[in-house]
């Protein structure tokens, strides 16, 4: 349960200036030409209503993207500013897209840490998510 005087609500556009600066300050978030404003309107149109922002007062404070394929969903770029750590953002952004996701019919959500953000590691175990180790993924840039 976050204390009072915070609020999250669905992502847009609108949020996106705050939520990159958050991204680009936030250790162990890497991000690419996939994050730029075009990608991630095309991301949230595709997935409205599954990303969220939260709010201390009038500042961004932390944010998530999620969205699904049909089958299962994926979270990406969870940050929350590092003096509002340890008051339950995080895992209120989590439960927020899991919900939604649950109301889109998915029932099973993935995430992609980098190996050596052991931050991250931890956070996701202290919320009861399973390390795969027996995956490796494969990327390939399209041109």
Known sequence: MMPEGYQIRPFTMADYPAAYALWQETEGIRLSSADEPEAIAR????????????????????????????????????????????????????????HALAECSIAKCHLFVLQHNQQAVQFWRHLGWIERVELIVFSKVLE
Not at 51 to 59: I, N, T, W
Not at 77 to 96: D, I, Q, S, T
């Open 43 to 98: 991301y949230l149109q595709r997935n409205p209503g599954l990303s969220f922002v939260a709010y201390h007062e009038h500042q961004l404070v932390g944010a998530v993207l999620c969205g699904h394929d049909g089958r299962r969903g994926f979270l990406h770029h969870l940050a929350v500013a590092r003096p509002y750590r340890g008051h339950g953002v995080g895992r209120a952004l989590v439960e927020h897209a899991l």
